[in-house]
């Protein structure tokens, strides 16, 4: 029934996250989602790593982008991203620990220009 | 550093999110998660499919339930419902295309009285 659809959902499998494709303002494909960082507690999706294959001289293949960095496009199936390959070789350093860290939180948050997700 | 912990986080990459338990009131384990559905639009986790292998007389085994009748116990690094198998027998049919209608999400949250994730 139309009047019950909600077409703007588009919904995804846990199982089926890792893998989509994630591209670059003028729509080439730079990389896909490696995983996503899920809060247990709340429910909320606040990070993707993201496996940049696209951009091939970048030292290290995987960042993690807050969420907020991505925006969804039901036609490309997949991601949009305005991050650019400087913004990437500068980015913080990130190790399992960064997610139990609000500083690190708050430094990649400022450093990809996203409103903390936590309020201010 | 104490101070920038937020320890009332518990993270989990989507990667491992399968698996994870599911208990009962008294703390008995009843199943497992099998996998999350994810709006990709919103980063929001709404519905949780468990597979419920400790109620071994069921007649499905996977069931979905709304993200919100489920909490996360740090203590028992799992999940913890208030759903009873009677309730699991009692709940609506579902198919691929009952993500998609929102008839159906109303009957569901309000067959486990959890309200609406979307308001009134």
Redesign the interface.
Known sequence: ?MA????????????D??G?NVYDTSGHKIGEVD???????S????YAVISFGGFLSLGHSHYPLP??ALS?DKKLDG?RTTVTEQQLRDSPDFSDDS?????WERNIHDHYQVPPYWGV
């Open positions: 029934m019950t659809a909600h077409p703007n959902h588009a919904w995804v499998s846990s199982e996250v890792e989509t995983h996503l960082m899920i809060d247990k507690l429910g909320r999706v606040h969420w907020d969804f991601f997610w139990q860290s609000r500083d």
